[in-house]
């Protein structure tokens, strides 16, 4: 069993001669989520990510339930994140017998500790659900044990270190600005005795975010495999999210509703926070309405939070660290572990604001709040962030007239607001310009819905002249 370190190696590692490398994508290939992608270099199998599907249910479960071969192989996984849908299939590649390094930074580690163990319990709470309508009963995906497990294979790395996973392939951490600990993945390696540099985004964050440092430039890059989630699209200007949010908020409030916010419990959750909290500091905030953040991941990430100060963008530092105050908690402020706690929000019938996970609505307590606040039209459902097809929050996106939760119609009488400045990736003009600054002859396009992937590819070729292609899953191209 390896045991859980961290090194910091500042030497460069040799490099031996290997013939052409191919990627193979078993996930977040012509769609968003169960990112895994195949890199064999050299006889060597390096696995980018290693995510959990998302979305239909019965799909879902089914994508989840097994391995490919190809992936059970593989020397070694490079994470770029703590995001379920980039390391929640971990524990399941443990339970199958993996027994190699998983690598990371540090924060994401950490994140991925309470994150995957929070996966494990969501597994195990379906799978006793499903037993009550299923014969034979259907074991959970993973457990809780195999999730504690797979921590014991984590080897932290700083930003900007190159180390040597395997023999011959070089890696290093870049920042990617999309949540704490997020990384893109630069790798090096010798193909005919000439050097080839090969960079990977993960989910490629955007200038500006708060808390966040801003991402960095990959560049002299020969190949580049990048995330399309918004490629054609643009987001909101950053500088309108306080004002955005502050009229959001006075309107609802003034027509005595409720601010109900899916919000992932990693990143998302801790941006909304720190606005709320920039906007009372500012004193623009008036009204005097109690903010919930009702999840136990949320909890427990923010703790992670506080831990990994050096993540922090030097704004984040002026605001609040070199004053001595935190920016995850002000008075009205309330954190909810307790499911009893969380039930009774539901019973109050004034202004307050909830923040509450998943940030798709597909699972957890936010289910609880939309059940029984959608109907209102005194109230507002904010969303924060990407809602992939076939999801809860996608049909809220939709503003469908009814949606069903736990499996029963319920009638939508609410406001609907999406706000795309929260959103952590990058959009269309910055992805283009990461491809266009990034040097690459060639670039794969991965995590996206096929129209956006296919339309990025299409504009990279007229518009760069690169050579560009979608990846398609289980379809192995040479690099």
């Known amino acids: 069993m390896l045991k859980l370190q961290t090194e910091t190696q500042t030497n460069m590692p040799t490099t031996i001669k290997t013939g052409s490398a191919t990627i193979t994508s078993f996930g977040a290939a012509e769609g968003v989520t169960g990112s895994k992608h195949l890199l064999e270099i050299g006889g060597k199998k390096l696995l980018l990510d290693c995510g959990l599907f998302q979305g239909n249910r019965k799909l879902s479960r089914e994508l989840n339930s097994h391995f490919p071969p190809q992936v059970l192989a593989v020397d070694a996984v490079i994470l770029s994140h703590a995001h379920i849908d980039h390391s929640g299939a971990l524990p399941s590649l443990i339970k199958a017998g993996f027994t190699n390094p998983i690598y990371s930074t540090a924060a994401t580690r950490d994140l991925c500790e309470i994150m995957l163990e929070d996966a494990a319990y969501i597994q195990e709470q379906d799978a006793r659900f ?28 700083d930003y900007n270190t190159w180390f040597e996973p395997v023999e011959g392939v070089k890696v290093r951490f870049i920042e990617a600005g999309h949540i704490l600990g997020s990384t893109q993945v630069e790798i090096e390696y010798q193909e005919n005795g000439a050097t080839k540099r090969l960079g990977f985004t993960g989910d490629l964050g955007r200038k500006g975010l708060p808390i966040l440092k801003d ?14 989630t918004y490629a054609l699209r643009e987001h909101d200007d950053l500088l309108t999210i306080e004002d955005e949010l502050l009229a959001v908020v006075e309107k609802t409030a003034k027509r005595g509703g409720k601010i109900i916010i899916p919000a992932f419990s990693v990143e998302r959750t801790q941006e909304i926070v720190y606005v709320l909290h920039q906007l009372r500091v500012e004193g623009r905030l008036k009204f005097d309405l109690p903010i919930y953040v009702d999840s136990p991941l949320a909890v427990n990430a923010t703790e992670v939070f506080k831990k990994h100060r050096d993540d922090y963008d030097s704004k984040t530092y002026a605001d609040f660290m070199e004053k001595g105050e935190g920016p995850f908690t002000m008075n009205g402020l309330v954190y909810i572990r307790d499911a009893e706690k969380s039930k009774a929000l539901n019973q109050l019938n004034y202004p307050m604001i909830i923040i509450s996970a998943s940030g798709m609505c597909e699972a957890g307590r936010i289910l609880h709040h939309l059940r029984n606040n959608i109907s209102d039209p005194k109230n507002t459902v904010l969303i924060v962030g990407f809602q992939a097809e076939n999801t809860l929050g996608r049909r809220l996106v939709d503003k469908l007239p009814e949606v069903k939760i736990f499996g029963i119609p319920v009638v939508r009488k609410c406001e609907v607001v999406v706000l795309n400045a929260f959103s952590g990736h990058a959009g269309a003009s910055e992805l283009f310009n990461n491809v266009k600054n990034s040097g690459a002859k060639k670039v794969f396009c991965v ?33």
């Open 447 to 479: 995590h996206g819905e096929p129209t956006s992937t296919a339309g990025f590819v299409e504009k990279i070729q007229n518009e760069l002249h690169l050579e560009a292609q979608v990846l398609h899953t289980g379809e192995t191209t040479t690099i």
């Open 215 to 228: 991402p960095a430039q990959l560049t002299n890059l020969d190949v580049l495999i990048t995330e399309s």
């Open 130 to 157: 499903l037993a009550k309508k299923e014969s034979p009963a259907p074991e959970p995906i993973y457990t809780a044990e195999n999730a504690a497990e797979a921590m014991q294979h984590f080897i932290t790395k």
